[in-house]
């Protein structure tokens, strides 16, 4: 099976393509990895290639309470417990970086202020995790956003450079900037939501590219091109990001120049089916379609995509070399040892929802591993990973 073939990725040998993606989990307190955290990451260190939860660049950065951080000393002392426990097993794993932008809130940014972005355009109907009013933790609507000046960007662009130093002193493997989801990165990226009028501003396609490159450049130049990955969730429309023209155009060339870039890969999130609260957004009809043609166009590095995929659908993208890794999600949560089952036909355990976010080891490192008296059991073919 493809999907349980090794792989070179910018000189790391895989020993499979199964990619674990990064998951927020909200277990940090003091937004700091624990032990608890290294068990978590250690016990799923069978995948190929894991992609840590998305670890805030800095306190601006953060738009969730509980979620580890990597701009202290005591959070790189945290995420080395995790990076040692990985690397025990024998798994490699890459730190995604977090910057959220506007989709936060004054009561987690530091003397409460506003949080910053590409423009000063509120995220209507999205939701950030930070004190209420009684300074209780809860979902709170975001705050009004402050628009980053032009001189503040090349110090934003530092933050994620420290932060990747910071990763590689950690013990991670290499990064992943967070490009998706509609955090930083995609307020740039998104003419509905740029406002600008500097060189950073929505028109021409260039300038609204500027700072995910420039960021790129700066932080390959410190831990090396092959050590760097990125993250994208193309015609998503979470956290009050409009759909755009000109959507399929911008990743398309966003891929030509990464891949002149050599960076180590570009991470496509499908967010079809995606369940936000108790929304499920709808098919895209656009994704597949450019899927298909980012091979032309970043042909460089490792094309990885993750959301709704089986093992079967995964295998097949692989054997078409429409991708070269395949990223899973919550099947993580509930099968720690995902590849053993998909190795072996075995089903997959159900996850619970109401333990995702939050708490303690319920629902975070309880989940066994399958025991099967005959192992004969082939499982669903068609079931959902």
Request: charged share 20%.
């Amino acid at each position: 099976m493809k999907l349980l073939e090794s792989y070179n990725l910018g000189g790391l040998r895989l020993r499979n393509r199964v990619v674990m993606a990064p998951l927020t989990r909200s277990r940090a307190t003091d937004d700091v990895a624990n032990d608890m955290t290294a068990v978590y990451y250690g016990q799923r260190a069978t995948a190929g290639l894991i992609i840590s939860e998305g670890s805030p660049i800095s306190r601006e950065g953060q738009g969730y309470l509980f979620n580890p951080g990597i701009y202290t000393p005591e959070q790189l002392a945290g995420w080395r417990k995790s990076t040692d426990a990985v690397h025990q097993a024998g798994g490699l794993i890459f730190a995604q970086l977090w910057h959220v932008g506007r989709v936060s809130h004054t009561s987690i940014q530091s003397d409460g202020a506003a949080p910053v972005s590409a423009s000063s355009k509120v995220a209507r109907g999205a939701l950030a995790f930070g004190y209420d009013q009684s300074g209780k933790p809860a979902f709170v609507p975001t705050s009004v956003p402050r628009q980053l000046s032009t001189e503040e960007i090349a110090r934003l662009i530092g933050d994620f450079v420290t932060a990747a130093a910071n990763a590689i002193e950690a013990g991670f493997d290499g990064v992943e900037l967070h490009g998706a989801g509609g955090y930083i990165f995609e307020q740039f990226l998104n003419p509905a939501v740029n406002d600008r009028s500097d060189q950073y501003s929505a028109t021409p396609l260039a300038n609204r590219m500027r700072f995910l490159l420039e960021t790129v450049d700066a932080v390959a130049a410190r831990i090396g091109a092959n050590r760097v990955g990125i993250r994208f969730s193309p015609f998503g429309e979470l956290f009050d990001m409009p759909a755009y023209a000109d959507a399929e155009h911008t990743y398309l060339e966003l891929g030509r120049e990464l891949a002149e870039r050599k960076i180590a890969y570009v991470h496509l999130m499908d967010q079809s089916g995606f369940r936000l609260e108790d929304a499920i957004l709808p098919a895209n009809a656009h994704f597949p379609r450019l899927l298909e043609k980012l091979r032309d166009s970043f042909h460089t590095g490792a094309i990885i995509v993750a959301g709704g995929l089986t093992r079967e659908r995964a295998n097949q993208l692989i054997a078409d070399g429409v991708i070269d890794l395949a990223a899973f999600g919550e099947p993580f949560i509930s099968n720690p040892d995902l590849v053993a089952r998909f190795e072996h036909g075995w089903p997959l355990a159900p996850a619970d929802r109401a333990t995702f976010y939050g708490g303690g080891a319920k629902g975070y490192i309880d989940y066994p591993v399958y025991v099967s008296e005959t192992k004969a059991d082939t499982g669903s073919p068609d079931e959902k990973c």
